[in-house]
């Protein structure tokens, strides 16, 4: 499986929030007892005016995205999101273990948070080699670093 990623314009913004909604309904629920269009609204706004945003594209066509920020010792994930019908096909993995290979290879550090209830994507990341260093009331904090 190939993808690319394309940096999000001002064009993007629509379809990006309508991919957090999609990709967050279930983990919404989880947390918070129900969809909460206010939060919603209000995270994916901070999400966009940080930046950093790019969209994941398989075959041309745009199925999720990753925000990235890099720091000084290392590389920060502050979203990934893949859309419900193209997760579990290896998509999110392959671009995680893509950026891991790249950051690695530069001796930097891989950060990201995940929900406390996002039980899958926490597997997941253990899987590709991030451990917990932390939590917080919402989400775990984890680190992957260079071997």
Same mark, same amino acid.
């Given at each position: 499986?190939?993808?690319?990623?394309?940096?999000?314009?001002?064009?993007?913004?629509?379809?990006?929030?309508?991919?957090?909604?999609?990709?967050?309904?279930?983990?919404?629920?989880?947390?918070?007892?129900?969809?909460?269009?206010?939060?919603?609204?209000?995270?994916?706004?901070?999400?966009?005016?940080?930046?950093?945003?790019?969209?994941?594209?398989? $075959? !041309? %066509?745009? =199925? +999720?995205? *990753? /925000?990235?920020?890099?720091?000084? $010792? !290392? %590389?920060? =994930? +502050?979203? *990934? /999101?893949?859309?419900?019908?193209?997760?579990?096909?290896? =998509? +999110?993995?392959?671009?995680?273990?893509?950026?891991?290979?790249?950051?690695?290879?530069?001796?930097?550090?891989?950060?990201?948070?995940?929900?406390?209830?996002?039980?899958?994507?926490?597997?997941?990341?253990?899987?590709?080699?991030?451990?917990?260093?932390?939590?917080?009331?919402?989400?775990?904090?984890?680190?992957?670093?260079?071997?």
């Amino acid at each position: 499986m190939s993808y690319r990623l394309v940096p999000a314009l001002d064009r993007d913004e629509a379809w990006l929030e309508r991919l957090r909604r999609e990709a967050y309904q279930e983990l919404f629920d989880a947390t918070f007892g129900g969809w909460d269009e206010a939060r919603h609204l209000r995270q994916f706004s901070a999400c966009w005016k940080q930046g950093g945003i790019s969209i994941v594209e398989v $075959d !041309g %066509v745009p =199925v +999720g995205m *990753i /925000q990235l920020f890099e720091r000084p $010792d !290392g %590389v920060e =994930v +502050g979203e *990934i /999101q893949i859309l419900p019908g193209h997760q579990n096909l290896g =998509v +999110g993995s392959r671009v995680l273990r893509d950026i891991i290979a790249r950051s690695h290879g530069q001796r930097q550090t891989v950060l990201l948070s995940v929900g406390l209830k996002n039980d899958r994507a926490y597997r997941l990341y253990e899987r590709l080699g991030f451990k917990k260093v932390a939590s917080s009331d919402t989400h775990n904090h984890m680190c992957c670093e260079p071997p």
